[in-house]
């Protein structure tokens, strides 16, 4: 956190991991608010790395994490698509999440996933891999650009599908190699200056988080914050104070 503040980061997204200091709010809420930053979002913890986090059931893990949301007073939870046999949460995001949304003031947003490619086949874990699977099962979404590249999309076309319920954006480029690098903002084959364009020309109003692989950096201090500073500065500079801008915790 010290080195977003010193980046010019004011808002940031907190990814729930295995590190026990990151399942309550008591101690990243203090963090955030000694520097002057205030934690937006929250990404819940539904990666295969902290599947046991909050116990197993995805709705348990909605749960806590609405908790956890209104003790930081975010308003955004960002969650994965129920893998195929999870019937019961399928249900709830599509039947009773715009409720929840509606009871709390907390948006659940669903994020774009993609599958695992062997041999060139394609083997599907997740539902609604499709956006538009994804835009009409879920009352609000959060989009990937790395995530759809590895699941061989064009985020130009995907922004187009996922508009009208986008709450939350991931950005990130890629190299195109079928790999979720999570590559900083000018190093990859996206094109993210037309992507950013769209947003501004549409008027988007939800969060914009910089989801980037920073692990060269973590051992050069100087070095990060002047990455995450270059790249918030990217953004901003492409949306002219459009659009919220936050950066999740470094990924490592």
């Known amino acids: 956190m010290d080195a977003l503040a010193e980046a010019g980061f004011t ?4 990814m729930v ?3 026990p200091q990151t399942h309550d709010p008591e101690v990243p809420g203090r963090l955030a608010s000694e520097r002057g930053v205030r934690i937006a979002s ?3 913890p539904f990666l295969a790395l902290t599947k046991t986090v909050w116990g197993v059931d995805p709705l348990d893990k909605i749960r806590r994490g609405t908790e956890m949301c209104t ?3 975010c308003n955004t939870m960002v969650v994965h698509p129920p893998y195929l046999w999870e019937r019961e949460y399928a249900a709830w995001l599509t039947n009773e999440a715009a409720a929840h949304t509606e009871e709390t003031g907390i948006t659940i947003a669903v994020e774009t996933m993609y599958p695992k490619w062997v041999a060139g086949r ?3 874990v997740y539902r609604w891999l499709d956006p538009t699977d994804l835009f009409r099962a879920c009352h609000r979404v959060a989009m990937d650009t790395s995530h759809v590249t590895v699941a061989r999309g064009d985020i130009l076309d995907v922004y187009e599908t996922l508009r009208p319920k986008l ?3 991931h950005l990130s480029n890629n190299a195109g190699d079928g790999r979720d690098g999570h590559l900083e903002l000018d190093r990859g084959i996206l094109p993210l200056d037309r992507f950013l364009a769209e947003l501004r020309r549409d008027g988007y109003d939800g969060a914009v988080s910089l989801e980037l692989s920073v692990r060269q950096y973590v051992e050069r201090p100087q070095d990060l914050v002047a990455t995450l500073k270059r790249n ?3 953004v901003e500079s492409r949306l002219a104070g459009a659009t919220r801008i936050s950066k999740g915790l470094p990924r490592t």
């Open 17 to 19: 991991t295995r590190d």
């Open 122 to 124: 394609r083997l599907r």
């Open 167 to 169: 709450a939350h954006i």
């Open 11 to 14: 808002e940031i997204e907190l």
């Open 71 to 73: 003790a930081l007073e």
């Open 42 to 44: 929250i990404h819940a």
């Open 232 to 234: 918030r500065e990217y």
